[in-house]
């Protein structure tokens, strides 16, 4: 039975865009290599399956250019990020924001200059809010 296909891109999908979101456009073979310094080792008709369904997927876009072709995000980080943290926030914390921020700074290791962060963006939405 096929898997359903998610809305959002699979955690390889994710590890390609991210290194096309660094550097692009990237031929196959650097793709490749980028991906092998990153600790996951794929053959080289793997990545170009990868590349190719994320083509088909509206992810990337795709140029000739001679003999090869190089590869580009079609996407933004914000917008793939914006849609998972949509996703997890209606699905796992029926759509509460603060049950979602709650979560992290319950459950990750935030140091002082994180939670500082967190604190002026907090306050920084608050006064946006009363204006």
Excluded: C
């Amino acid at each position: 039975m096929a898997r359903h296909g998610s809305e959002h891109p699979t955690k390889l999908e994710l590890e390609i865009l991210k290194v096309l979101w660094d550097e692009a456009p990237l031929p196959v073979r650097d793709v490749r290599a980028r991906l092998d310094e990153q600790g996951r080792t794929l053959s080289h008709s793997s990545v170009i399956t990868m590349l190719n369904i994320m083509v088909d997927k509206g992810y990337l876009k795709r140029k000739k250019q001679g003999k090869s072709f190089f590869f580009s995000p079609k996407v933004e980080q914000d917008s793939i990020a914006g849609g998972m943290m949509d996703d997890l926030l209606s699905r796992v914390f029926d759509g509460s924001p603060s049950a979602l921020v709650l979560n992290l700074i319950e459950t990750a290791d935030l140091d002082a200059g994180e939670l500082a962060e967190l604190r002026k963006l907090i306050n920084r939405k608050a006064k946006e809010k009363q204006s």
